[in-house]
């Protein structure tokens, strides 16, 4: 079997160590997605899809993640420290659910891999760059219920939508967007003279209107 195609999706940040995700095809055929590129302590290397390894529930009996402290189904609390070690005595939490059985497969598809990433971030510095990896639509937001109102959004340097907060949305009266997660300042009001507690003539303070 040979590797026929190789696709590519970069990450935003270079400073994370996961640097991209990739495909890749055999023979024209048969698809694998959902690789990874990382950096690790002695360069770059491609890591194979994975599963997040899960337990059951002693009480009701549903899967939870090994580092879940509670059970999703009946809230249990659920010892921190589930995980099997491997040689090097780390936690074991992922499974790959894809994997070559010998070193001949593994480096054809590091070496495969590794050459359509340092090409891919040469075609991203060009004008005009396109991904072709398919994410399948995971990027994209939800459609919202007709019951839930309208809220702004804004797009970031990335080209990436986001939506704002109901209490950053514009005003009434026009003002101006707040940054994304930063709380308006509360509005000011002015104090009521209001005397021993009782409202004045005229006056809309403590007691107005009570006959």
Same mark, same amino acid.
């Given at each position: *079997?040979?590797?026929?195609? #190789?696709? %590519?999706?970069? /990450?935003?940040?270079?400073?994370?160590?996961?640097?991209?995700?990739?495909? %890749?095809?055999?023979?024209?055929?048969?698809?694998?997605?959902?690789?990874?590129?990382?950096?690790?302590?002695?360069?770059? =290397?491609? $890591? *194979?899809?994975?599963?997040?390894?899960?337990? @059951?529930?002693?009480?009701?009996?549903?899967?939870?993640? &090994?580092?879940?402290?509670?059970?999703?189904?009946?809230?249990?609390? &659920?010892?921190?420290? @589930?995980?099997?070690?491997?040689?090097?005595? @780390?936690?074991?939490?992922?499974?790959?659910?894809?994997?070559? %059985?010998?070193?001949?497969?593994?480096?054809?598809?590091?070496?495969?891999? /590794?050459?359509?990433?340092?090409?891919?971030? #040469?075609?991203?510095?060009?004008?005009?760059?396109?991904?072709?990896?398919?994410?399948?639509?995971?990027?994209?937001?939800?459609? &919202? !219920?007709?019951?839930?109102?309208?809220?702004?959004? =804004?797009?970031?340097? !990335?080209?990436? #939508?986001?939506?704002?907060?109901?209490?950053? $949305? &514009?005003?009434?009266?026009?003002?101006?967007?707040?940054?994304?997660?930063?709380?308006?300042?509360?509005?000011?009001?002015?104090?009521?003279? #209001?005397?021993?507690?009782?409202? !004045?003539?005229?006056?809309?303070?403590?007691?107005?209107?009570?006959?």
């Amino acid at each position: *079997m040979d590797i026929t195609e #190789v696709r %590519i999706k970069l /990450m935003e940040d270079p400073q994370e160590r996961l640097q991209a995700f990739c495909s %890749i095809t055999f023979d024209h055929c048969f698809v694998i997605r959902d690789l990874k590129i990382i950096e690790g302590a002695k360069g770059s =290397f491609v $890591a *194979m899809p994975s599963r997040k390894l899960t337990d @059951r529930c002693p009480r009701c009996n549903t899967k939870n993640q &090994l580092r879940a402290l509670y059970c999703n189904q009946c809230g249990v609390h &659920l010892l921190d420290d @589930r995980a099997g070690k491997d040689a090097d005595g @780390r936690a074991k939490l992922y499974a790959d659910i894809a994997h070559p %059985i010998n070193s001949r497969c593994r480096e054809l598809i590091q070496r495969k891999v /590794m050459d359509a990433f340092h090409d891919e971030q #040469v075609k991203a510095r060009q004008p005009g760059y396109v991904c072709t990896y398919d994410d399948y639509g995971e990027d994209n937001f939800a459609d &919202l !219920s007709e019951l839930e109102p309208a809220q702004a959004t =804004f797009v970031s340097s !990335s080209g990436a #939508v986001h939506r704002i907060e109901p209490a950053h $949305a &514009l005003g009434a009266a026009g003002d101006s967007v707040n940054a994304p997660h930063i709380a308006p300042a509360p509005e000011r009001r002015e104090p009521h003279s #209001v005397a021993a507690g009782h409202g !004045s003539d005229g006056d809309e303070g403590f007691g107005a209107g009570i006959g």
